[in-house]
């Protein structure tokens, strides 16, 4: 087993890499001396894969879980199944000692989160990610949340996990279109900080849609690592943070007017991460051998690269990053890659730049 410190304080916590963790999740959250009532919240999908482990685990370790079973998907990351999750923890009697289990990919950390920072003016929470995506990304770092039909984590908070527990065999259930997708974020990791893990990706890529253990466990813990140094500088994305959404400006929009239903995260920010390194070519620096490398990586990981909009579905691409949270001054600020492995923030983009990078 791996583990990864993010050093936040007394809100530090650690990042349990490693295969057949699933069955210490109990004697994990007792460490964490949390109180005995306790929620697992999981979605349609996970939930019969994994739900039966987790809840044995739990009450093994002394602790009284109740299953909260959500519908599964981007689009129930909203306030109106958070709702019906608040009811259900105030029938099960949850108090200001009890806790939250997120187990499921980043949707259901993401609302977990959520609930947990919310239910009682705030209640520990433990992320169990169990997508690559999840465990390289969103369970790490606190930002959790939901959607509005406006746009994506409008509403949300920074409330940091008590532990993330990343089982590793629990990514053998999950569909190669998942698998893909979580590895447009491991891409990201070595766009914006490592060259040399961004080298070992394009050598090792095969090994990892296989999901070979040793390589699997080398890019989770090498992500975790990553984004635990930035949260560290900066927790609440006042100004370094921002270089964790490398693509993202330009892929929350293409999920936002595809209503989250045509793309996956990792597919839209895929495309975004293309796009912005052609931006970044044309406005920063970077080397066309460079944008040719990032963009021949995502589509060996079988990710898409490239959208085709027509003139109404770019209008409408341009006017729902307008509502991107990282807006200032009602301007779009982009992160811009100099070189593979080192990017700046805050730079403003012309709209006729943005639509270059789309075609």
Same mark, same amino acid.
């Given at each position: 087993?791996?583990?990864?410190?993010?050093?936040?304080?007394?809100?530090?916590?650690?990042?349990?890499?490693?295969?057949?963790?699933?069955?210490?999740?109990?004697?994990?959250?007792?460490?964490?001396?949390?109180?005995?009532?306790?929620?697992?919240?999981?979605?349609?999908?996970?939930?019969?894969?994994?739900?039966?482990?987790?809840?044995?685990?739990?009450?093994?370790?002394? #602790?009284?879980?109740?299953?909260?079973?959500?519908?599964?998907?981007?689009?129930?990351?909203?306030?109106?199944?958070?709702?019906?999750?608040?009811?259900?923890?105030?029938?099960?009697?949850?108090?200001?000692? *009890? #806790?939250?289990?997120?187990?499921?990919?980043?949707?259901?950390?993401?609302?977990?989160?959520?609930?947990?920072?919310?239910?009682?003016?705030?209640?520990?929470?433990?992320?169990?990610?169990?997508?690559?995506?999840?465990?390289?990304? *969103?369970?790490?770092?606190?930002?959790?949340?939901?959607?509005?039909?406006?746009?994506?984590?409008?509403?949300?908070?920074?409330?940091?996990?008590?532990?993330?527990?990343?089982?590793?065999?629990?990514?053998?259930?999950?569909?190669?279109?998942?698998?893909?997708?979580?590895?447009?974020?491991?891409?990201?990791?070595?766009?914006?900080?490592?060259?040399?893990?961004?080298?070992?990706?394009?050598?090792?890529?095969?090994?990892?849609?296989?999901?070979?253990?040793?390589?699997?466990?080398?890019?989770?813990?090498?992500?975790?690592?990553?984004?635990?140094?930035?949260?560290?500088?900066?927790?609440?994305?006042?100004?370094?943070?921002?270089?964790?959404?490398?693509?993202?400006?330009?892929?929350?929009?293409?999920?936002?007017?595809?209503?989250?239903?045509?793309?996956?995260?990792?597919?839209?920010?895929?495309?975004?991460?293309?796009?912005?390194?052609?931006?970044?070519?044309?406005?920063?620096?970077?080397?066309?051998?460079?944008?040719?490398?990032?963009?021949?990586?995502?589509?060996?990981?079988?990710?898409?690269?490239?959208?085709?909009?027509?003139?109404?579905?770019?209008?409408?691409?341009?006017?729902?990053?307008?509502?991107?949270?990282?807006?200032?001054?009602?301007?779009?600020?982009?992160?811009?890659?100099?070189?593979?492995?080192?990017?700046?923030?805050?730079?403003?983009?012309?709209?006729?730049?943005?639509?270059?990078?789309?075609?």
């Amino acid at each position: 087993m791996r583990t990864v410190k993010v050093p936040l304080g007394d809100r530090s916590y650690s990042i349990k890499i490693g295969n057949s963790l699933l069955s210490r999740l109990g004697s994990e959250c007792r460490r964490l001396k949390l109180g005995t009532r306790c929620a697992v919240i999981t979605d349609r999908k996970v939930g019969p894969i994994y739900s039966k482990a987790a809840m044995s685990s739990l009450r093994e370790a002394g #602790f009284e879980p109740v299953e909260i079973r959500v519908p599964a998907g981007e689009t129930a990351k909203s306030l109106g199944t958070i709702h019906a999750c608040y009811d259900k923890l105030a029938r099960h009697r949850l108090e200001r000692s *009890s #806790f939250i289990v997120a187990l499921g990919g980043g949707v259901v950390g993401d609302m977990a989160g959520f609930l947990a920072a919310s239910y009682l003016r705030g209640i520990g929470f433990v992320q169990v990610p169990t997508t690559l995506l999840a465990q390289v990304d *969103s369970s790490v770092g606190g930002k959790v949340g939901v959607n509005l039909k406006a746009g994506k984590n409008l509403v949300g908070a920074f409330y940091q996990p008590r532990l993330v527990l990343c089982d590793l065999d629990t990514l053998k259930t999950l569909p190669k279109r998942e698998l893909r997708a979580g590895l447009a974020e491991v891409i990201k990791y070595g766009i914006i900080d490592d060259a040399t893990l961004f080298r070992r990706l394009e050598r090792r890529l095969p090994a990892l849609l296989k999901l070979d253990a040793g390589e699997l466990a080398h890019v989770v813990a090498r992500s975790c690592q990553i984004k635990a140094k930035v949260v560290e500088e900066d927790e609440r994305e006042g100004g370094l943070r921002a270089i964790l959404n490398y693509g993202h400006t330009i892929g929350h929009a293409l999920e936002a007017i595809s209503q989250y239903g045509k793309y996956l995260h990792g597919e839209a920010i895929s495309i975004g991460q293309v796009a912005a390194s052609k931006i970044s070519r044309d406005q920063h620096g970077l080397g066309q051998a460079e944008v040719d490398r990032i963009e021949a990586l995502f589509a060996t990981a079988g990710l898409p690269t490239q959208v085709t909009l027509s003139k109404k579905e770019t209008t409408k691409l341009l006017a729902a990053m307008k509502l991107d949270k990282k807006v200032s001054g009602g301007q779009v600020k982009f992160v811009l890659a100099k070189s593979i492995g080192r990017v700046e923030f805050g730079i403003e983009v012309p709209q006729a730049t943005i639509k270059a990078s789309l075609h």
